[in-house]
């Protein structure tokens, strides 16, 4: 299969798997989640895959976020019914997926990148990674499992920290923090990543399959708070902060928020 979005690489049971949209910075619209969504299903069911490294093309992002000009226009009732359909094609279904995948953070992973990133079962960042969820500084809240999935691996107080400041942290506090579990220079980080790609590969792959189950099904209840975090994100479309926020980002300036 090609891909418009997405190169892909396949070799000794390994999939590297590069999100192509390098002039704004890897930034998803809903083109490359759906182009992602087919290249998860493809290679997990393609049994000569054994672990997947997901990366961004260029030295500057991994993902810089969801696309700002394609849903700055949205609506209350948009934003939710997108934010649930993110949740299923992507964010929760490579979460849930029977085969490891492995985030190399090649740069900026900011919002729904951080989000992405959050839901791979490992993440490794260059020295010149930048990490965050800057939604508050557009009107928004994280609405792809953020609220949740970053309080699992660095805690609340942390979390709360990095979602109200909207501030980005270096590779080195991430992998303080353990956002991320190795940190390697840019040159460097997709072969690391695929020296742990291959000793993951090595491995029985049904345990392994099933080691994701196990350690997901310990982290999960994730129905309820899912659910809060969608109608929560979608609300937020129905604000003038939302509006001026998008606005003051596409018009290039700061916003002035209102509450509103
Ligand atoms: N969306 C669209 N375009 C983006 C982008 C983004 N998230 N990030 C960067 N770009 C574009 C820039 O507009 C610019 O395009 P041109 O002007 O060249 O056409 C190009 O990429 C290069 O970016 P910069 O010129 O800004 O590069 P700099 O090095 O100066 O700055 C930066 C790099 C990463 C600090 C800056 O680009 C930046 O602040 N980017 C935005 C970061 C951000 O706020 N990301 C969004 C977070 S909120 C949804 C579900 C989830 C979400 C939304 C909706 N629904 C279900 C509806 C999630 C929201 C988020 O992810």
Redesign the pocket.
């Known amino acids: 299969m090609t891909y418009e979005q997405l190169d892909l690489k396949i070799e000794d049971r390994i999939a590297v798997l590069t999100i192509a949209r390098e002039?704004?910075?890897n930034?998803?619209d809903s083109a490359t989640i759906q182009e992602l969504h087919q290249a998860f299903s493809a290679l997990d069911a393609d049994k000569e895959v054994r672990v997947i490294v997901l990366t961004g093309q260029g030295q500057?992002?991994f993902v810089?976020?969801?696309?700002?000009?394609?849903?700055s226009s949205?609506n209350q009732q948009?934003?939710e019914?997108?934010?649930r359909?993110?949740h299923e094609k992507l964010f929760a279904f490579v979460e849930n997926l029977s085969t490891p995948v492995i985030a190399a953070i090649n740069g900026?992973a900011?919002?729904?990148?951080l989000?992405l990133a959050l839901s791979c079962h490992m993440r490794m960042a260059s020295e010149n990674a930048?990490m965050g969820?800057?939604?508050v500084?557009?009107g928004?809240i994280?609405?792809?499992g953020g609220t949740r999935r970053l309080g699992q691996i660095i805690g609340k107080g942390r979390t709360h920290q990095m979602v109200a400041s909207g501030q980005?942290i270096s590779a080195e506090k991430a992998l303080q923090w353990g956002l991320v579990n190795e940190v390697h220079s840019q040159e460097e980080l997709i072969s690391k990543a695929t020296e742990l790609a291959m000793i993951i590969a090595s491995n029985a792959p049904i345990a392994v399959s099933h080691s994701i189950k196990a350690i997901n099904a310990q982290y999960s209840n994730s129905v309820a708070s899912f659910e809060t975090e969608i109608q929560l994100?979608g609300a937020c479309?129905a604000t003038n902060d939302f509006k001026e926020g998008t606005s003051a980002?596409?018009e290039?300036r700061k916003p002035d928020f209102k509450g509103d």
Not at 110 to 113: A, E, P
């Open positions: 002039k704004k910075l930034a998803l500057k992002a810089a976020g969801a696309d700002i000009a394609e849903f949205f948009q934003g019914a997108l934010s359909s993110g900026y900011l919002g729904g990148g989000e930048k969820l800057p939604e500084t557009l928004l994280p609405g792809y980005m994100f479309f980002f596409l290039k």
